[in-house]
């Protein structure tokens, strides 16, 4: 890991927890549905970022990786389950 991987790595993640937080506000103009959508998306993308990046989960083998995939997709899945259950 070079030495501008962790500026770039800590910027992504401020700039997407600032749009997921004008996403909640509804500072734009979407829908609740595709809010969540984004917002679900948003936060899997700064899991694998930091999974990958600082846990080093880049260098395992495939099958560490698969199950850390795996176990991402589980909980993004129950995080949006239950965020549409609240609406119901």
Do not use: D
């Not at 927890?17 to 700064?46: C, D, G, P, V």
């Amino acid at each position: 890991m070079n030495n501008t991987t962790p500026i770039a790595v800590w910027s992504y993640l401020v700039v997407a927890t600032l749009f997921e937080w004008a996403l909640a506000k509804n500072f734009l103009s979407l829908s609740t549905i595709y809010s969540n959508i984004l917002i679900a998306a948003l936060a899997a993308s700064q899991i694998l970022t930091v999974a990958m990046v600082f846990l080093r989960l880049k260098y395992e083998p495939r099958g560490i990786v698969g199950i850390a995939a795996a176990s991402l997709f589980f909980a993004v899945l129950a995080v949006v389950l239950a965020l549409g259950s609240i609406g119901h």
